[in-house]
């Protein structure tokens, strides 16, 4: 047997093992049939994570619609609220180390099932270390952790928006 073919047997064994578990990629999403369409509201209409929950819906294959109706679900995204807490110091008092917590509360309200509404809570905390002699450096790997954390917040509404099982 050549070294061509059992690299192939080896690939489709692989592929054969990981379809029969159930193994999918991450990022697609299986949601109900009634969140194929969805009018998203509330918060900033251009905030960072208003942006990626749209773009992940879409990319999810959720047809948004541009006015509520009765005929599909909202989703109603909340305020952002982002905290800093010092969690420890340099010998000369400068603080060494903090904590950015993360927390945004939005529901999917569902006019078809009387307008029950379905709560979606994340939250979020990440460690950030603090060098008072980068100062520059410091502001931009903050702002990354933040559009990162933005990312990862929008696949949690997502990955429970897809876990709402309607009656």
């Known amino acids: ?15 054969a093992t990981l379809s029969g578990c159930g193994f999918q990629l991450r990022g697609d999403y299986l949601m109900s049939e009634e969140l194929n369409r969805m009018y998203v509201s509330g918060g900033e209409k251009y ?14 294959g959720t047809q948004l619609m ?14 952002v609220s982002r905290t800093k807490r010092t969690l420890s110091l340099y010998e000369n008092g400068q603080v060494a180390e903090y904590e950015m917590s993360y927390r945004i509360n939005s ?12 709560p979606i809570n994340v939250k979020m905390h990440r460690d950030f270390q603090d060098n008072p002699l980068s100062s520059l450096a410091k502001q931009r790997e903050e702002d990354m952790l ?16 897809a876990a709402i099982q309607f009656d």
């Open 1 to 15: 047997m050549s070294i061509k073919a059992v690299q192939i047997v080896f690939v489709s064994i692989v592929i």
């Open 47 to 60: 905030s960072p994570i208003h942006r990626e929950v749209r773009r992940r819906l879409e990319l999810n």
């Open 66 to 79: 541009a006015e509520p109706s009765d005929d599909y679900p909202t989703l109603r995204l909340g305020r």
């Open 107 to 118: 529901s999917l309200i569902s006019p078809k099932h009387n307008n029950q509404v379905y």
């Open 146 to 161: 933040d559009k990162e954390i933005n990312g990862l917040a929008a696949d949690q509404i997502i990955r429970q928006l």
